[in-house]
């Protein structure tokens, strides 16, 4: 009778030994995964936005501005906002690996249709959204995280 209930009870035993190991195992991974997570953002958050990072912001930002202008017919793209353009070329970004020739092409590519925006400004809505193509050239090949968000930029 004793060994008879022994028996029985073994499976249940060992197949609860064995699912307390593998929750623990997750439990283990689980925190690995958080760790390492956590030492990424603490890793990152010293160097936060690189010189780039910083000036497409503003460049968006100054879009939205320029296509309100636009849009409400009361101006055009400055001369300023191409000169900030041109800061592309020198700025620094988070991944070095960026700085291509190809980088450099679509960045110049980007600077004659600005400067096509603003000697053309009897036609501002479609070189305007030509403008916003040429941002989202390059971000197809280096960032197209903010393609989303680029394209919002667009006259209808
Ligand atoms: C020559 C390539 C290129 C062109 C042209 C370009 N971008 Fe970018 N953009 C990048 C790269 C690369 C980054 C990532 C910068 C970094 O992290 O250093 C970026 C980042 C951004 C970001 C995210 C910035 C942040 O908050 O981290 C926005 C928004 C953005 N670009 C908008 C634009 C707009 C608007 C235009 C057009 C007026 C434009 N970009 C044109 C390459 C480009």
Redesign the pocket.
């Given at each position: 009778m004793t060994t008879f209930i022994k028996n029985r009870y073994i499976p249940t035993i060992i197949f609860g030994i064995f699912f307390f190991i593998i929750s623990c195992a997750d439990i283990t991974t689980e925190q690995v995964i958080n760790e390492e997570v956590t030492t990424e953002v603490v890793d990152n958050h010293p160097n936060k936005?690189?010189e780039?990072?910083l000036l497409?912001?503003k460049?968006?930002n100054d879009?939205d501005s320029i296509k309100q202008l636009i849009v409400n017919d009361e101006g055009n793209i400055s001369k300023e906002y191409i000169e900030a353009?041109e800061r592309?070329h020198t700025a620094t970004?988070?991944?070095a690996d960026?700085k291509t020739p190809e980088?450099k092409a679509?960045?110049e590519l980007?600077i004659n249709e600005a400067n096509t925006l603003f000697s053309n400004p009897e036609n501002k809505k479609e070189g305007f959204n030509n403008?916003?193509n040429?941002?989202v050239?390059?971000?197809q090949s280096?960032?197209p995280?903010?393609i989303k968000?680029?394209n919002k930029?667009r006259i209808n």
């Open positions: 936005d690189s780039l990072a497409m912001r460049m968006y879009a353009l592309i970004p988070t991944d960026v980088f679509y960045t980007m403008l916003v040429k941002c050239e390059c971000h280096f960032c995280g903010p968000k680029i930029l």
